[in-house]
């Protein structure tokens, strides 16, 4: 069946640090790759995504590349900031019917000044 | 942001009761879905919905049941709580199936004694 991996948490860097978050998946077909954002006590929101091979996701200094040879979405962002702190998602979907989101499992991240 | 309230969003119950949570939406999309979050686990879809009176099961929906009467209430429904169903509940929106991007409500943190 279809899994996403991430990598294991809680992951802390300083301000201004560079970020790499890892998210390998399985899947049958072509999925959809996504990154959910989930700041303390609310819900998660979309951080972005991408529908295809080679796609990049980007919004909010956050970029992923879609790679299909390496099943892999990996998130990055070159200046982190302390607002960024929260737990972040990986997800996949299938290309048709049901939008059944599939997580990975969650990487808390903290940024310190 | 897009509108979706939980209800209600903390409750303490005992196991063997029955418990109902609500989910409702103001932006007339056609699927809802209901996830729960744990940790280690991210989030798993429990059950979802693609129209009125319409509903599949997901992952872990074992000891759970939906209803959707109208468009924009979707509930879950533990029958006889459990403490393994101790958790936080999350329902989504989204106007299609097809690799939209699903909102997320806030969440209602379930405890079972």
């Known amino acids: 069946g279809n899994s996403v991996t991430q990598m294991e948490g809680p992951v802390t860097l300083s301000e201004e640090a560079f970020l790499t978050i890892n998210c390998t998946y399985t899947?049958?077909?072509?999925?959809?790759l996504f990154w959910y954002v989930q700041y303390p006590g609310e819900g998660l929101q979309l951080l972005l995504k991408?529908?295809?091979?080679?796609d990049k996701g980007s919004n909010k200094g956050f970029e992923a590349t879609y790679r299909k040879e390496t099943t892999s979405f990996h998130l990055e962002k070159g200046s982190v900031q302390v607002s960024d702190s929260a737990v972040y998602f990986c997800?996949?979907?299938?290309?048709?019917?049901?939008?059944?989101?599939?997580f990975g499992q969650g990487t808390r991240l903290t940024i310190n000044p | 942001d897009a509108g979706i309230t939980q209800s209600p969003r903390h409750k303490v119950t005992e196991t063997g009761t029955p418990v109902t949570l609500r989910c409702h939406q103001t932006?007339?999309?056609?699927?809802m879905y209901w996830y729960r979050q744990d940790p280690g686990h991210g989030l798993r879809l429990i059950h979802y919905?693609?129209?009125?009176?319409?509903?599949d099961k997901g992952e872990v929906s074992d000891g759970y049941s939906v209803s959707r009467s109208k468009t924009e209430d979707f509930l879950l429904t533990l029958e006889s709580a459990t403490s393994s169903q101790t958790s936080v509940y999350f329902c989504a929106i989204s106007e299609s199936g097809r690799q939209e991007t699903q909102y997320f409500g806030p969440g209602t943190r379930l405890l079972v004694l």
């Open positions: 899947a049958t077909g072509y999925p959809s």
């Open positions: 932006e007339n999309h056609r699927y």
């Open positions: 991408a529908t295809k091979a080679d």
């Open positions: 997800a996949l979907t299938q290309i048709q019917g049901a939008q059944k989101l599939v």
């Open positions: 919905s693609y129209g009125v009176k319409d509903t």
